[in-house]
């Protein structure tokens, strides 16, 4: 069977916030409508039909078990665009624009969105097992009195709202507390750390300063720019951050790693013909992808390293080396995890410990994030991949021509990487 190209002809976001800042209002839906309304007016999309729509967020309220279907539901797209929600924690967004590419590929379908949202200011707080029992059984109760005495049993301290950590289950560290026994294993300084901090901030400020943001970003609720970029940012300042994870000899600080973040973003994917019928300019392809997961219990400095293998299993399919790209977008979720990345993917020795045939090649560090990456714009976990891939596209439509490689890690030890060519 003949497979289809996949292309990625348009996208939209919302700026990024840091939580409880611009967003601390609004929930899922209501950031993700404002992206999808954006990219609905921008490619006029209003009343199409379009094959499906599917993304996520990583953290949902139980009424949000349908919200990529709720949503589609509120823009104005034909209401017969079919939905579903993904979900792979940091990987949701680019996970997604796989699910509507293979589809593409597969002529299932012409086109689709792919899209994730965070509404890190919105998320539910978990009640202790003592409440929640209480509440069950009074909500059996048919008197007040009894519905009365049930909620009387949970003690002082049950009815305390648990708020969201963000920690691994198998391990009970959150992933800074993972990502510092990375930093000290593989032996990434602080230096080089805030030295890469430094130049996503200076990247991502160059980039608004010349407009390059200026079609591809949808001003949401009073918002018009990530409000996570330090414009004043200085290798002096962030040296006096003091460690986050680790406070005696920890290296990471909330200036080498990504806060938690509100925030939305969609990518319009298509056939050819579809977008050639539509006058939709094609910005660049999916050519490769691939997922791969890794143990990190045991070895919990690999938390965040599965895209290692990832990228050896796609380039392998796509008989190219990590030095034949003109772009590279990997995502910054802390420094020293994109460092530690870098440094297995390059270094032969290390490679091969890790469990590589060989060394994969090396980066050109003047095409890593070159319009900035998450330490800037900041990290809404399931919006991540939308912003990347869009911002990769728009690199080698500008470009002409050319290839571009994208790595994402995710929680859970896993990660996923991707091939773009124009």
Excluded at 69 to 96: H, K, S, W, Y
Excluded at 226 to 238: F, G, P, T, V, W
Excluded at 251 to 271: E, I
Excluded at 398 to 413: Q, V
Aim: with cysteine; charged share 25%; proline share 4%.
């Amino acid at each position: 069977m003949e497979t289809k190209k996949v292309a990625i002809v348009g996208y939209n976001r919302i700026p990024f916030a840091r939580m409880n800042t611009a967003y601390s209002e609004q929930g899922n839906q209501n950031l993700l409508l404002a992206s999808l309304n954006g990219l609905i007016d921008r490619y006029h999309l209003k009343g199409k039909r379009l094959g499906e729509v599917a993304g996520g967020a990583v953290i949902k309220h139980i009424s949000e078990s349908n919200l990529i279907r709720e949503t589609v539901m509120n823009t104005t797209l034909d209401p017969a665009t079919p939905a579903c929600d993904l979900q792979q924690a940091c990987d949701t967004g680019i996970e997604a624009a796989i699910y509507i590419g293979n589809k593409i590929a597969l002529g299932q379908i012409e086109c689709g969105i792919a899209c994730g949202v965070e509404a890190m200011s919105n998320i539910p707080f978990e009640s202790s097992p003592r409440l929640r029992k209480a509440l069950l059984k009074a909500n059996k109760e048919k008197s007040a009195f009894g519905k009365l005495k049930q909620l009387l049993n949970p003690k002082l301290k049950d009815w305390m709202p648990i708020p969201y950590k963000g920690q691994e289950p198998q391990t009970g560290l959150v992933m800074g507390e993972h990502t510092e026994i990375t930093a000290k294993y593989y032996k990434i300084s602080r230096e080089e750390q805030d030295e890469l901090a430094l130049k996503s901030h200076q990247n991502m400020a160059k980039a608004y300063d010349e407009g390059f943001f200026d079609d591809m970003i949808t001003p949401a609720f009073g918002l018009d720019k990530d409000n996570n970029l330090r414009r004043d940012s200085s290798i002096e300042k962030l040296s006096q951050l003091r460690p986050a994870f680790d406070k005696q000899n920890g290296t990471l600080t909330a200036g080498n790693s990504t806060p938690f973040t509100d925030g939305a973003s969609a990518v319009l994917l298509a056939s050819e013909e579809w977008a050639k019928a539509n006058n939709l300019p094609i910005l660049a392809y999916i050519s490769f992808s691939e997922l791969a997961g890794i143990e990190y219990v045991e070895n919990k400095q690999d938390l965040l390293l599965a895209p290692v293998f990832a990228a050896e299993r796609m380039l392998k399919k796509a008989g190219m080396n990590l030095s034949d790209f003109d772009y590279y977008e990997i995502h910054e979720a802390f420094a020293a995890q994109v460092l530690a990345t870098i440094k297995i993917w390059e270094n032969e020795e290390l490679a091969k410990k890790f469990g590589l045939e060989k060394a994969l090649g090396k980066i050109d560090r003047s095409k890593l994030n070159v319009k900035g990456g998450s330490l800037a714009a900041a990290h809404p976990f399931a919006a991540t991949g939308g912003r990347i891939i869009a911002t990769l596209a728009k690199l080698l439509d500008e470009k002409g021509n050319g290839k571009g490689f994208i790595s994402i890690c995710a929680a859970r030890g896993q990660g996923v990487t991707m091939i773009l060519e124009k």
